[in-house]
């Protein structure tokens, strides 16, 4: 994991990114309210959490970090965002604790060609193939406006289960795509909780599950394989990634 968030931070760093940090532990501000969900907002349920006294939570995405970037750097913006995230939730491709990495641009006239064009770059580059296939998908998120769902062809069955039932493929529900992470344009909400003018500055946001994209990366079907320990698995990531 260390080694792959390593290659996410020097791929964004290649085409200007600079690498932000922030507290797992969270206010509900940053973690919802300035993202465009508000108490009671039904979004929240997708993010339940873990909380604390004194109205504390731990913190659901790394997007807090770009809240707090945004309240305290003027734009332009061009950050990345990693880090440990926590939701209730746990089966063989999610986890209570697991890493992202967000990304945030905020400039003057940043439009949704932008977001295609860095992170179809940054998936072909990450995962070393040019002819990879990426598709965008509308999606809903309070956060920004349009919306998309990033997906890539199945990395087992390469798209061939497709209308096949001899040939099913559990990885991807014989769909041929497999969800990689969700991306869009800032909410123009978002901009004014965080202090930024929308009339003057727009921009574009995208989150990716680290493990999620290692697994892609190597053909793991089960997240727990990376933390469970099993010495076995681990000797097999003795290489480079």
Known sequence: MSRTLERVERLFGSIGFVVADGPEIETDWHNFTALNTPENHPARSMHDTFYLDGGLLLRTHTSPIQVRWMESHPPPIKIIAPGRVYRVDSDATHSPMFHQAEGLWIDRDVSFADLKGV??????RFFERDDLAVRFRPSFFPFTEPSAEVDLQCFVCRGASVGDPERPCR?????GWIEWGGCGMVNPRVLIACGVDPEVYSGFAFGMGLERTLMFRHGITDMRDLIEGDIRFTEAFGMEI
């Open 171 to 175: 990885t991807c529900g014989s769909e």
């Open 119 to 124: 992170v179809a770059e940054f998936l072909r």
